[in-house]
């Protein structure tokens, strides 16, 4: 499941993770943008939580329950808190490493609901952003906090089975 | 009220927040339907002589199309003339590792991998030089028929003498290392050849310069060129134009007939995207021990990388920039630029002016430890007055409009510089009594001025209203995360009254605008924007005389009502039209006005920066814990844009200081290469960021701006810089190289300690 969708396809055992989002799946929203598991362009989330998805073989992901930025918002379009705060403080210029970046952000909500700023970096270490010095995207992370970033009621994350739980939904659907 | 100078979010961010940014690899057009994949082959060896290559086993891996090399290019017109001219595809030699020998053209991606390894290239090794010094000697020579590795020089010694009438005089030699751009899209394109045209969609800066490259290199008319930026991944500097190994795409798709797609790895990208900086410094200043400097040297090597790129011309700016914010009696400069075999050099956020700035604010600093005055009060009594404007340096320069002193003591009173020292004296006395703990601190500082759209080209812009009363611009501003779209917009809402969502932004489309030069140097809002400004007014005009025709009033009797987007006589609502209803009487030509404004001069902005790092001086590693900055640009369009313009410069000016160096071994090899390697600055290594705001502005264009994109890097590097060497000067160190590493910082400790 992509999103909340099933995906399959057939593919090379060697496919990473994030090139079947972008081929198979068609969702390009995910980058890459290292080769080491270095920058957390591909981060997505994996049963809710997140994942550089260049280091995950698509394989890794049969049965289990993928999202993207493009699944974020909610189906009516509601923007997920994360994603209003990164407009609201300027989170992102060039917008490469947003996709990753608010992935990384909603997972860290979750795990941690209100950090602190020294949270919040440590938590984004690894995602590089060459543009905005991380000083937006912490003050992004941080009012999405106050917003209740942290939960997944209204977003494109409630009703596939994570809302909460971390755990995979049980559709028989299957990520190939 | 204007919208102009308010907080304005940006109209780009709800696709990339939702949808995620278009950028090449990410183009699912037909135009492209079938592309196949390019894999490079790149040289592992530095120098070498190219004895052979067989592409055999590679054609028959599965999934193959092609493999091409230079012999496949016998279409290209040979280029031109200097024995030192740049190839394509290597032919009889290669120069660093990285450079471009074979591309491998298969129908996925994965098969291009596998391929690539099966080329098998014979390489005859030559000795590599990578040193300064074994470039300058010339025992290895890079090019035959050359008789030395030395490209360009410039400038004179100081002459004899002019040091003498100083009480002080310090020298020293440091280097300014080579840094990678690094933006998080590394370099990629796509290419389709039809109906006698080649179309180039690429990740660049300017898709005019591009498109003009690109019809040279091929030896077509620029008119059988169309080059489109989508969404571009950031860019630094390293995305001007377009380089070789696109240029290699395009060819291949011309070649073959059939449209391919090229994204680079990180690792390649690495390699073989252009570094920055490469400068070896001799820094010679003198003056007396009231503080006053006297007389200023900067002899410059530049590392140029194996062929002339950005070194020919980037030494020479950040000459110009020398003398930096200081009054001089003397100020002079020189340089060389040598080839090495690594990587060549391009443009990097700054381009050859944090180079100067970085010289000669440590130079400053080292003059004011020599003398054992203040950092902040010998910068304070050189500065040039603010009423010295328009003042003309030793280089040339015309620097247009400054206050240099209010930018110090705003940092110094924004920041608490009394209270900082006191606190840093607090702590180096507990230290010397055995108490405290290791960590000491440390404050820098560094005053600036720098050079925007300094390259002596214009930019144009075309905007036109349409019948549903919506505006387009047409802009040769090309963005890759600046933000144009809504800033522009702006501009044409402040003057016309249309509502933002009603204004789109075109950029970055040769077929769309055929004229522009595109986004580097800090020039697109003082250049751009004013050509947007420009245009729009006309447009008003034009509408104000349809107007009145329709009205049957004199045009001097309307006016529009921006708030609302009518046209009405003075004072009277019964009157109005709207946009939609003057753009239809107008007809389709009606409301459009092209515009390609050319400054006079460049604008020089300027600022003052303070960084406040703690190291601890049992393990060497500094942390930058504070940063406050004046960045005076001029007028500030959106202060969120260049908020973030400043942050993102801060960034990247404190990785230089800390952190970051692309390092070569003694044969040229890479040693880093990935990012595992390369020390990219994290969120964790920064602080959150303190700007002041300060708003001088310029005469030289009617919006009274000047650029924003570099400064915050030209200030940062050599106030972080001057903060790590400040904090264990009281040890007794005077000098650590960049990036200030922990190691570098524990071995000047302990050296410090040995001499003591």
């Known amino acids: 499941m992509v999103n909340g969708a099933p995906v399959a396809a057939d593919v090379e055992d060697r496919m990473l993770l994030v090139h079947f989002v972008r081929e198979a799946a068609g969702l390009t929203a995910t980058n890459v943008g290292c080769d080491t598991t270095s920058c957390g362009a591909c981060t997505v989330l994996l049963d809710g939580e997140s994942v550089k998805s260049c280091t995950i073989l698509a394989a890794q992901a049969d049965g289990r329950q993928v999202t993207t930025l493009e699944g974020l918002a909610s189906p009516g379009g509601e923007l997920h808190p994360m994603q209003r705060a990164f407009r609201a ?13 608010v992935m990384a952000s909603v997972s860290l909500l979750q795990e941690n609901p209100h950090p602190t700023e020294a949270e919040v970096r440590a938590g984004l270490e690894g995602n590089l952003c060459r543009c905005t010095g991380y000083h937006n995207i912490v003050r992004a992370v941080l009012a999405a906090a106050e917003l209740g970033g942290a939960g997944l009621a209204g977003t494109g994350l409630a009703g596939t089975g994570l809302a909460g739980t971390g755990l995979a939904g049980t559709g028989e659907e299957r990520a190939s | 009220m204007s919208i102009l100078g308010t907080r304005v979010v940006r109209t780009e961010d709800p696709r990339l927040l939702t949808q995620g940014g278009v950028y090449t690899d990410d183009l699912r057009i037909p135009e492209l339907d079938g592309a196949a994949r390019i894999t490079f082959v790149h040289s592992p060896i530095a ?10 086993a590679a054609l028959a891996s599965p999934g193959v199309v092609a493999v091409l090399t230079a012999a496949d290019m016998d279409e290209i017109p040979a280029a031109g003339g200097r024995p030192t ?5 290597a032919a009889d030699r290669v120069r660093y590792v990285g450079e471009a020998v074979a591309i491998v053209v298969t129908e996925q991606g994965y098969q291009g991998e596998d391929a690539a390894e099966l080329v098998s290239v014979d390489y005859d090794p030559l000795p590599a030089v990578v040193d300064f010094d074994d470039a300058l000697a010339g025992g290895t020579l890079l090019f035959d028929g050359t008789d030395s590795n030395v490209i360009r020089t410039a400038g004179e010694p100081a002459p004899p003498g002019t040091f003498d009438g100083c009480e002080v005089v310090v020298q020293r030699t440091f280097p300014n290392q080579r840094v990678a751009p690094l933006p998080l899209e590394g370099r990629a394109a796509a290419a389709r050849w039809a109906d006698g045209r080649l179309t180039l969609w690429a990740s660049t800066q300017n898709a005019q310069l591009a498109r003009d490259a690109l019809a040279a290199a091929v030896g077509l008319d620029a008119a059988a060129v169309r080059v489109v930026a989508p969404d571009v991944g950031g860019g630094f500097g390293a995305k001007i134009a377009v380089d070789r190994d696109t240029i290699i795409v395009a060819w291949a798709a011309k070649h073959l007939g059939r449209p391919v797609r090229w994204v680079e790895t990180r690792n390649e990208n690495l390699l073989g995207m252009v570094h920055g900086r490469a400068q070896r410094h001799t820094i010679t200043i003198g003056g007396n021990r009231d503080g006053r400097i006297l007389a200023y040297h900067l002899d410059i090597v530049q590392d140029s990388g194996a062929y002339p790129r950005g070194a020919t011309f980037l030494p020479g700016l950040t000459q110009l920039m020398a003398s930096g914010v200081y009054d001089l009696a003397y100020c002079g400069s020189a340089f060389r630029s040598v080839l090495t075999n690594t990587m060549p050099i391009g443009a990097y956020r700054g381009a050859g002016r944090p180079e100067a700035t970085a010289a000669i604010e440590r130079a400053v600093d080292l003059f004011a430890a020599e003398i054992g005055m203040d950092p902040a009060e010998v910068r304070r009594r050189n500065l040039v007055a603010p009423e010295a404007f328009p003042y003309t340096t030793a280089s040339g320069a015309v620097y247009d409009t400054g206050d240099y002193a209010a930018a110090l003591d705003a940092v110094l009173s924004g920041a608490g510089y009394a209270g900082l020292r006191n606190e840093q004296a607090q702590r180096r006395a507990l230290s010397s009594q055995g108490q405290g703990g290791p960590v000491q601190l440390g404050i820098g500082l560094a005053t600036y001025v720098e050079i925007t759209a300094g390259d002596g080209g214009g930019e144009t812009s075309r905007v036109v209203v349409d019948a549903t009363g919506a505006a387009t611009v047409y802009t040769g501003s090309s963005p890759h995360g600046q933000g144009h779209e809504t800033a522009f917009a702006m501009l044409v809402t402040d003057q016309l009254g249309i509502p933002m969502d009603k204004i789109t932004v075109i950029h970055g489309d040769t077929d769309q605008v055929p004229i522009g030069i595109g986004t580097f140097g800090s020039r697109s809002l003082q250049l751009g ?17 349809v107007a009145a025709g329709m009205i049957e009033a004199s045009s001097a009797d309307l006016e529009l009502d921006t708030a609302t987007g009518t046209w009405q006589v ?7 039209l709207s946009w939609a209803e003057v753009a239809a009487e107008a007809g389709p030509a009606g409301l459009a006005a092209d515009v390609e404004f050319r400054a006079d001069s460049p604008t020089f902005p300027f600022g003052a920066h303070l960084a406040v790092v703690e190291v601890d001086t049992q393990t060497g590693k500094a942390t930058l814990i504070r940063h406050v900055t004046v960045d005076d640009a001029g007028k ?18 404190a990785a230089q200081a800390l952190l970051e160096e692309v390092r070569y071994d003694a044969e040229g090899n890479p040693q880093t290469s990935t990012l595992a390697d390369y020390a990219a600055i994290t969120a964790t290594e920064l602080p959150s960021f303190e700007l002041l705001a300060m708003e001088t502005p310029t005469s030289v264009n009617a919006l009274g701006v000047k650029g924003i994109g570099e400064a915050g890097t030209i200030g940062a590097t050599p106030a972080v810089h001057n903060a790590v060497i400040d904090a264990v000067a009281h040890l007794g160190v ?3 190289d960049m990036p200030a590493t922990p190691q570098r910082i524990w071995a000047a400790i302990n050296e410090a300690k040995g001499s003591a």
Not at chain 2, 47 to 56: K, L, V
Not at chain 2, 570 to 576: H, K, L, S, V, Y
């Open chain 1, 89 to 101: 403080e300027h989170g992102l210029q060039c917008g490469f490493c947003t996709p990753g970046m």
């Open chain 2, 47 to 56: 120098h070498a002589r190219i004895t052979g290559i067989d592409t055999g």
């Open chain 2, 85 to 89: 001219t740049e190839p394509l595809l």
């Open chain 2, 529 to 545: 924007g004013t050509a947007v400004h420009q245009a729009t007014l006309q447009v008003k005009d034009q509408a104000r005389e």
């Open chain 2, 570 to 576: 003075r004072g009277d609502p019964d009157t109005a």
């Open chain 2, 636 to 653: 500030v369009l959106n202060p969120v844009l260049a908020e973030g313009q400043r942050h993102g410069g801060i960034a990247q000016g």
């Open chain 2, 734 to 736: 005077r000098h650590i």
